[in-house]
DNA sequence: GTCCAGGTGGTCA
DNA sequence: TGACCACATGGA
């Protein structure tokens, strides 16, 4: 698979992305939903899948994985069009070439970025490799990993707040049966991707556990709504000097301030931002 | 022991 | 609405 720029290793560092494996140099072992499959990078833009896995392995699955990697975006355009807007961003940009905003599987987003809120990185990842591999059903096997897909909706229905207190989910394990059981019973569940962008967040921010940042994150990784921008303790720490004083007094005004700063694909700043400061130790 | 983590729900003014 | 606070858990 050919793509404008790729670089695995920073998107599997970039948060998006919390059951991507790497096996070896270059290669990771990715899933995602009920699909997995292993790629390796070959130079900045070739990507060679080893094996297929799940829904995905059959015929469309080369199709299926571009989408994945929003194949169809130019990269190049992106972020010339974004240092157009921001040259302050140019450094950002250039220090995070290869990057780029995954496609995901919205119940898995859901689930995980519920999971992320007052937690860490590394505890959100066990988490849901302990829940696909204890409640999902596998797909296949490569080079002795056993994969798993991510729960169905069905299958985590089976689930009680007590299985999710015993994979660590804390005080979080309410607010998982609970929103298993609204989206059971919403029976639209699988049209969501049909909603505007105001309603769709109106009904992630309707389920326990979902707040604001949570559903923007889920519209973004889930649902390819690259105009959200997800404020989280990162972008509260760059707003300092990145924002002006009096924008800072609240989460929803450093929000709103990125929002007028950046346009429709303020999603893809936001996930600069947020590779570059944490993992490049860049100092705002 | 204390602080923090890709925050949210509940309460009270 | 907005300002607090509690919340499970485990690593630094």
Same mark, same amino acid.
């Given at each position: 698979?050919?793509?404008?720029?790729?670089?695995?290793?920073?998107?599997?560092?970039?948060?998006?992305?919390?059951?991507?494996?790497?096996?070896?140099?270059?290669?990771?072992?990715?899933?995602?939903?009920?699909?997995?499959?292993?790629?390796?990078?070959?130079?900045?833009?070739?990507?060679?899948?080893?094996?297929?896995?799940?829904?995905?392995?059959?015929?469309?699955?080369?199709?299926?994985?571009?989408?994945?990697?929003?194949?169809?975006?130019?990269?190049?355009?992106?972020?010339?069009?974004?240092?157009?807007?921001?040259?302050?961003?140019?450094?950002?940009?250039?220090?995070?070439? +290869? =990057?780029?905003?995954?496609? /995901?599987?919205?119940? #898995?987003? $859901?689930?995980? %970025?519920?999971?992320?809120?007052? *937690?860490?990185?590394?505890?959100?990842?066990?988490?849901?490799?302990?829940?696909?591999?204890?409640?999902?059903?596998?797909?296949?096997?490569?080079?002795?990993?056993?994969?798993?897909?991510?729960?169905?909706?069905?299958?985590?229905?089976?689930?009680?707040?007590?299985?999710?207190?015993?994979?660590?989910?804390?005080?979080?394990?309410?607010?998982?049966?609970?929103?298993?059981?609204?989206?059971?019973?919403?029976?639209?569940?699988?049209?969501?991707?049909?909603?505007?962008?105001?309603?769709?967040?109106?009904?992630?921010? +309707? =389920?326990?556990?979902?707040? /604001?940042?949570?559903? #923007?994150? $889920?519209?973004? %990784?889930?649902?390819?709504?690259? *105009?959200?921008?997800?404020?989280?303790?990162?972008?509260?720490?760059?707003?300092?000097?990145?924002?002006?004083?009096?924008?800072?007094?609240?989460?929803?005004?450093?929000?709103?301030?990125?929002?007028?700063?950046?346009?429709?694909?303020?999603?893809?700043?936001?996930?600069?931002?947020?590779?570059?400061?944490?993992?490049?130790?860049?100092?705002?």
């Amino acid at each position: 698979m050919r793509l404008d720029s790729v670089d695995l290793h920073i998107i599997a560092e970039s948060g998006q992305c919390f059951r991507w494996q790497p096996i070896a140099e270059k290669t990771y072992l990715i899933h995602r939903g009920q699909g997995a499959a292993c790629f390796e990078q070959v130079g900045k833009t070739e990507l060679i899948c080893q094996a297929s896995f799940g829904p995905l392995g059959g015929q469309n699955h080369e199709a299926s994985w571009y989408d994945y990697f929003h194949g169809d975006m130019d990269y190049k355009a992106l972020r010339d069009q974004l240092v157009k807007e921001d040259s302050r961003l140019a450094p950002i940009i250039d220090a995070s070439e +290869g =990057l780029r905003i995954l496609k /995901q599987d919205p119940l #898995e987003m $859901i689930i995980t %970025f519920m999971m992320s809120a007052n *937690n860490h990185i590394p505890r959100i990842k066990q988490f849901v490799h302990q829940l696909s591999k204890g409640y999902g059903t596998p797909v296949g096997t490569f080079k002795d990993h056993t994969l798993y897909g991510f729960p169905t909706l069905e299958q985590l229905g089976q689930m009680t707040e007590a299985n999710y207190r015993a994979l660590g989910a804390g005080y979080r394990s309410r607010y998982f049966e609970s929103t298993v059981k609204t989206l059971i019973a919403s029976e639209d569940f699988d049209q969501w991707h049909l909603l505007s962008d105001e309603d769709l967040l109106a009904r992630l921010k +309707g =389920l326990m556990g979902v707040g /604001q940042k949570v559903a #923007e994150c $889920i519209a973004l %990784f889930g649902y390819g709504r690259w *105009n959200s921008f997800p404020v989280d303790t990162w972008i509260k720490r760059i707003a300092e000097d990145w924002l002006p004083q009096e924008a800072l007094k609240s989460e929803k005004l450093i929000r709103e301030a990125f929002y007028q700063r950046y346009g429709k694909n303020r999603g893809l700043v936001q996930q600069y931002f947020f590779y570059y400061y944490r993992n490049l130790g860049g100092k705002p």
